[in-house]
């Protein structure tokens, strides 16, 4: 079994190589020279690594609970949405912390922070989702839920309120990714699009908006903001809204549309925090690109060894144009697995393989490492 050291010494040696390559960045500028305590996640499933399956029995979390999942690196399921590592789990490692610990999970070390991520989880509450008429099928663990989870943590290991703004001065908040399953359970239950942006976009930002000044109030000073994915180039979205309009598609073979609404909650996300970074100028505030961290990693595809026939279907699923079927999704007995899944971009038509999240991880470090103040 690979250990968290080969792994850190693997991704190290790849962020050298992809950073000389691209020579983007002086060489000084990367997340070694910070040296945070700590580190606080809240999202979905793109950061979740074992919340949901220790809280449900659903489906989807019994799905996550076994293999195939985990299969490539800890070569058993932990609960995270992926043949193994998260983005989280190589930003951690580049920051030289230990993988985070689900909240969730008993008696576990939470020494260097917490994991509150749950997979399915929301923005918004599933009571306001539901008023819209929009279910959430997979948890109520929402970003207030893993908001209160957090103050809960806090109080449990701070004695007094100064003392825990002093610990989480010296730790990194991640908030997010988030929203993304609000939209996905909207449009997969025959939601417009031009309605979800006029009626669903702003409570979702504004949920974010808020979290994010609840996390500074505790004493927040690095918030780091991921935005949503080019959702088009998923091959969820692919078989869902294909269709015989060439049109649709860009460049890529991604549907054009989804992606617009993917920068449109994107940009109106980097607004919200444009009012934030002039409300708490003293905080770092950062947007995460993913959209244009996942882009990078698809363009560059062929370079980085992934297989170009199959850059929009899924590693993990149960046949069709793009390998996803969601009545059949991976981790049923009718899927199958590529024998390769580093070749892959997308481990199972929702999530991507271990080798997309290091690659875009890569992005991330050297886009945020001069917009960071690492003073500690």
Known sequence: MASSQTSLLIFSFLLILTTLSLLVL????????????????????????????????????????????????????????????????????????????????KHANFTHGVNFAVAGSTALNSSFLAENHINSPVTNSSLSVQLSWLKSYLKSTCHTE?????????????????????????????????????????????????????????????????????????????????????AAYDEFKCLKSLNSFAMFHNDHLQRALHQLRKKYPKVDIVYANYYNAFKWVFDKAPLLGFDKACLLKSCCGSGGKYNFDLRQACGVPEATVCSIPDTHISWDGIHLTEKTYMHMASWIIRDLTPKIKCLF
Do not use: W
Request: proline fraction near 7%; include cysteine; charged fraction near 15%.
């Open 162 to 246: 100064k003392e825990c703004k002093e610990k989480l001065k010296r730790s990194f908040f991640f908030m997010g990714e988030i929203g993304g399953n609000d939209y996905n359970y909207a449009f997969l239950q025959g939601k417009p699009m031009d309605e979800l942006q006029k009626s669903l976009v702003p409570h979702v930002v504004q949920s974010i908006h808020t979290a994010i000044m609840e996390v500074i109030n505790l004493g927040a000073a690095r918030v780091v903001v991921p935005g949503n994915f080019p959702i088009g180039c998923f091959p969820m979205y692919l078989t869902a809204f294909q269709t015989n309009d060439t």
């Open 26 to 105: 002086p060489s000084s500028a990367t997340f070694n020279s910070c040296s945070p305590n700590s580190i606080y996640q809240l999202g979905d499933s793109i950061s979740d690594t074992g919340n949901l399956i220790r809280e449900s029995k659903s489906a989807p979390a019994s799905a996550f609970a076994h293999l195939p999942y985990g299969i490539s690196f800890f070569r058993q399921p932990t609960g995270r949405c992926s043949n193994g590592l998260l983005m989280i789990d190589y930003l951690a490692l580049s920051l030289h912390l230990p993988l985070l610990n689900p909240y969730l999970a």
